[in-house]
């Protein structure tokens, strides 16, 4: 049986997507940025080994060195002072913008400033992150080269003229292109800009993302080498209910000390609030505990690439393990909430690694490194409230595949934990506290998948195109419909649509004396907006966006005939039937109980 023509034609015009053509040029831009996030990536990791060699060992170089090596003895308490102070000057008379970790200033520049970002944020962020990392600062790479990346794609699609959709994705791509070539880790760096920052699942912005992705990721091969990051001992294809119990344990862990590292990041940023000075001086207050910190623990200082990889390959000694985990929490969450320049996954990953590497001496024996692995990624997904980006981010920075389960296990235990106990991330608290809500859900408009027949009513007043003026103008009280129509149909012998008349125009053709024919059709609208009855409620919306219009007659696609009406109030319809099946509890199957004497049906 063949289908018939007009539902052919129906389903040629409605798709899944409502991407264009106009992808190929984003795309294009995108791939030219995710090659200047690469190299900008390398200019910022070099950037922080200068500052380190400088800071730490008084020296000119770009290799990238641990400040754990260093001979300045106690004086070492001093030099996160005078680096987070030039970070205070540079914040206070260059841009604020500089201060936290970069992630919710790119939240903001998309949602709030139509996805701008100032030309200076793009050369002091990165600076002074540097400075900040390589005198000492507990942070990493990452939060500034995503919104210097970021900042690239701005400007670019500003010089271009973009619109203010395009702007935000080729932003995004530039952040998501900045974080893969930093980690080498094209997929989570996707995964990241999809969870956080392009706040749609749209192939006009996934495209130009991951193209930007993973061209930085190949770019960064023949310029930083090739990944893993963190190679780690091979572990077991399947661990057994023991082991992914433990795996449980471990993300219930995490979750209490992601909740702990956002209380503490806050509490410490409303401490500082309340000091009687300029917020300039704040930072060298986090300065002096990151120096005290580093004094004991020196481990804890930087961006500690080396101590994450102990932690996976298993030699770091406990007496390292505990002073990280304690110190690097105290430091960083005080030293963030100063408003010192830096980013939170690197010190994520080493906190999380080092509750790990605790884990390891009480829960199952799966290998070296097993545990600050399936920690590091239940951290990281906890506390940024990004559990996909958590698994995939961990897989990617070791490249081992058989540690997908036990990671999906932890970070999903981990996610619903914090989801359950915080009302906000580490990363939109603080857009919440300038004033901005920021919903992390995600979900199918109802818009999308109700038409209009569902919520079109057909009880209307149409008028006769072949009536005498008179006549019509009588009809203009009728009572026959439902509601008080503003808007009255004019229909031809058939049924089909000819034309539109308002009530308000009605009305003023009643008033007028001698009623005529001329008066009528002078305010006829002969060439109405229409709605069919198999279109999506979103497309009505986007047509009264577009017209100003807020009532429109249906009609049928083939034959014209008018077949109802859809208003504005009508599109309430298809939040209050999504709120119904939310909310609606009901019994579907029916149940039967089987007694000794006999089978009695059960109500539902």
């Keep these: 049986m063949t289908e018939p023509a007009g539902q052919r034609d129906i389903a040629e015009e409605l798709g899944d997507f409502t991407t264009t053509p106009r992808v190929l040029v984003i795309s294009a831009f995108a791939i030219g940025i995710g090659v200047v996030a690469a190299f900008v990536a390398k200019a910022l990791l070099a950037l922080i080994g200068f500052c380190t060699n400088l800071f730490f060992f008084q020296r000119l170089s770009t290799a990238l060195v641990t400040p754990e090596g260093h001979t300045l003895g106690p004086w070492v308490i001093l030099v996160p002072v005078a680096g987070a102070m030039i970070v205070g000057v540079m914040a206070r008379y260059g841009s604020d913008r500089i201060r936290g970790h970069g992630i919710p200033e790119a939240i903001e520049g998309i949602l709030i400033n139509g996805s701008r970002i100032e030309p200076k944020v793009a050369l002091l962020k990165p600076l002074s992150a540097a400075i900040s990392i390589g005198s000492g600062g507990p942070f990493g790479a990452e939060g500034p080269i995503i919104l210097t990346g970021g900042a690239v794609g701005s400007l670019i699609a ?77 572990h077991p294809a399947f661990i057994g209910f023991p082991g992914l119990l433990g795996c449980v344990l471990a993300g219930l862990l995490v979750g209490v000390l992601s909740l702990l590292l956002t209380h503490a990041v806050y509490a410490s940023e409303d401490a500082f609030a309340r000091l009687p000075f ?141 989801v359950l106990t915080l009302k906000r991330s580490i990363l939109t608290e603080k857009i919440a506290r300038r004033g901005y809500h920021l919903s992390r859900e995600y979900q199918v408009d109802p818009l999308e998948i109700l038409f209009v027949r569902e919520v079109m009513y057909t009880s209307i007043v149409a008028l006769p195109a072949d009536a005498p003026a008179d006549r019509l103008v009588d009809s203009l009280r009728a009572r026959t419909a439902r509601r008080r129509q503003r808007l009255y149909p004019v229909v031809g012998a058939d049924g089909e649509l000819v034309a539109v008349v308002t009530r308000r125009d009605l009305q003023a053709v009643a008033d007028a004396a001698p009623r005529t024919s001329a008066p009528l059709a002078s305010v006829l609208k002969t060439e109405p907006v229409v709605a069919y009855p198999d279109e999506s409620l979103r497309m009505i919306v986007e047509r009264m966006a577009k017209t100003g219009l807020t009532r429109f007659p249906v009609v049928d696609r083939r034959s014209h005939r008018l077949v109802g009406m859809i208003a504005l109030t009508d599109l309430l319809k298809a939040r209050a039937l999504n709120l119904d099946a939310e909310q609606r509890r009901e019994r579907v199957l029916g149940a039967r109980i089987t007694l000794p004497f006999g089978t009695r049906p059960r109500s539902t």
């Design 278 to 418: 300029h917020w300039m001086w704040w930072p060298a207050i986090g300065g002096l505990v990151i120096g005290v910190g580093g004094w004991f623990v020196p481990q804890a200082l930087g961006v500690g690439y080396d101590v994450i990889g102990g932690l996976l390959r298993g030699d770091v000694a406990v007496r390292v393990i505990v002073g990280v985990l304690v110190v690097k929490s105290i430091i960083w969450s005080v030293s963030l909430g100063s408003g010192t320049s830096g980013g939170v996954v690197a010190p994520l990953l080493m906190i999380g690694g080092a509750l790990g590497g605790i884990e390891a001496m009480f829960l199952p024996a799966e290998g070296l490194g097993f545990w600050p692995l399936v920690s590091m990624g239940a951290t990281l997904g906890a506390t940024m409230g990004l559990p996909m980006t958590g698994v995939v981010f961990a897989l990617e920075l070791t490249n081992d595949v058989n540690m997908m389960l036990p990671l999906l296990v932890a970070v999903t235990v981990a996610y619903g934990f914090t």
């Design 158 to 234: 500003q010089f271009f003229h973009l619109t203010s959709t395009e702007r935000k994705t080729l932003l995004v791509a530039g952040a998501a292109a900045g974080m893969s070539a930093t980690f080498a880790a094209p997929v989570a760096s996707v995964l990241l800009a999809v969870e956080l920052l392009l706040f749609e699942w749209k192939p006009r912005s996934l495209i130009p993302v991951a193209l930007a992705s993973a061209t930085a990721a190949t770019v960064r091969r023949h310029i930083l080498g090739l990944g893993p990051l963190f190679p780690v001992p091979s």
